[in-house]
């Protein structure tokens, strides 16, 4: 029995560590594919749209000033670090959290099903528990980011 449990809390634990793994690349991929429009945006709301105009005009004398890896790869190195260890936690956590909060509510000893009358509520407070751990553990990150 000892064997089964041991074995059964491994799986748990592996199956919660590739969640957080998972949620950390994919995150981490999409803050580095949308880094340079985050640079263009910036760029055009520190002068107010009014040096470069458009979207696109920001984009267009961004490259010619300061090229790919200067201009529009400007703190992809912070945003994926920032992007790998906050949502790590974020999407690796939902679950556990959902099925702790599933147990603790269940009734009559039997867990309460995800089709049940607190069903959204469940998710809603999963989702805000393992944002706010996340948040919370990792918002150093997020002030070097901005700076």
């Known amino acids: 029995m000892a064997t089964t449990r041991t074995s059964t809390s491994s799986s748990s634990n592996e ?4 969640k957080c793994l998972a949620g950390g690349v994919g995150c981490g991929i999409s803050g580095f594919i949308t880094n340079p429009m985050d640079v263009i945006k910036i760029k055009n709301q520190q002068y107010g749209g009014k040096q470069f105009g458009t ?4 984009a267009t004398v961004l490259w010619q000033q300061e090229g790919v890896r200067r201009g529009f790869l400007k703190g992809a190195s912070a945003s994926v670090l920032r992007e790998m260890t906050y949502s790590s936690f ?10 702790l909060l599933l147990a603790t509510t269940a009734t009559n000893g039997h867990m309460a099903s995800e089709s049940g009358s607190n069903d959204m509520l469940v998710k809603w407070t999963s989702a805000f528990l393992s944002g706010a751990f996340g948040a919370a553990l990792f918002n150093p990150i997020d ?5």
């Open 143 to 147: 002030l070097v980011k901005v700076r």
């Open 55 to 58: 979207f696109r005009g920001t």
């Open 90 to 99: 974020r999407m690796g956590l939902y679950e556990p959290i959902k099925t």
């Open 15 to 18: 199956s919660v560590f590739r």
